[in-house]
Nanobody, 117 residues
Framework: VQLQASGGGLVQAGDSLRLSCAAS????????LGWFRQTPGKEREFVAS????????VYADSVKGRFAISRDKAKSAVYLEMNSLKPEDTAVYYC???????????WGQGTQVTVSS
């Protein structure tokens, strides 16, 4: 399984940003895809997830109402639309994919998101 994330950058507070992650290497039927983030000195934290089959989504409380995760089956891709960005959203964002859950997922390389105040 290979995951290629892109779309990070430097934005101002209140701006929007869209992260993309292209997944390849197998079919992902019944798998779950997600996004995590990590800042220096802290553990990687869950941001959002979506099921491949039904598109059922789950969000961390810190991003609920501002972020939206989606997937494109035809492109084998998962996206994270981030709106109303805050400085505390600054982190390296990682996409992940796993069979049924994200306890031990495959990881993509991170993409840096920096939100200035």
């Amino acid at each position: 399984v290979q995951l290629q994330a892109s779309g990070g950058g430097l934005v101002q507070a209140g701006d929007s940003l869209r992260l993309s992650c292209a997944a390849s290497g197998r079919t992902f039927t019944n798998w779950k895809l997600g996004w995590f983030r990590q800042t220096p000195g802290k553990e990687r934290e869950f941001v959002a997830s979506i099921t491949w089959n039904l598109g059922t989504t789950v969000y961390a409380d810190s991003v609920k109402g501002r972020f939206a995760i989606s997937r494109d089956k035809a492109k084998s891709a998962v996206y994270l639309e981030m709106n109303s960005l805050k400085p505390e959203d600054t982190a390296v964002y990682y996409c992940a994919v796993g069979p049924s859950d994200l306890q031990n997922p495959y990881w993509g390389q991170g993409t840096q998101v920096t939100v200035s105040s």
